[in-house]
């Protein structure tokens, strides 16, 4: 199983990024996958999800800016960041919980994790 994040980069406040998760070796549906970000002394923090049913949900620090997809036949995981802002600076890191699994916003919740991309906003 690997998980290859791509799609970070510098963007000036108030920009847009995407990234991506591609998978090899399963598919992601009947588990949770998340995405998580860490900031230079912070912990992993997860800021969005989408579990088995479809349902998403969001960090309060991303709500109405961020939005977590997938593409099951591919299978690739995104997340849509827009309005970033310079608190939005950080590794993003995409992660896939085990088969049938719940979303949890612990990463001990998730057991296959990306290499992560990094995300730069500047003001």
């Known amino acids: 199983v690997q998980l290859v994040e791509s799609g970070g980069g510098s963007v000036q406040t108030g920009g847009s990024l995407r990234l991506s998760c591609a998978a090899s070796?399963?598919?992601?549906?009947?588990?949770?996958m998340g995405w998580f970000r860490q900031a230079p002394g912070n912990g992993r923090e997860r800021v969005a999800a989408i579990g088995i049913n479809g349902r998403t949900s969001y960090a309060d620090s991303v709500k109405g800016r961020f939005t977590i997809s997938q593409d099951n036949a591919k299978p690739t995981l995104f997340l849509q960041m827009n309005s970033l802002k310079p608190e939005d600076t950080a590794m993003f890191y995409c992660a896939s919980g085990p088969w049938g699994s719940p979303c949890s916003t612990s990463t001990r919740a998730y057991n296959y994790w990306g290499q992560g991309t990094q995300v730069t906003v500047s003001s």
């Open positions: 070796g399963y598919t992601y549906s009947s588990r949770c």
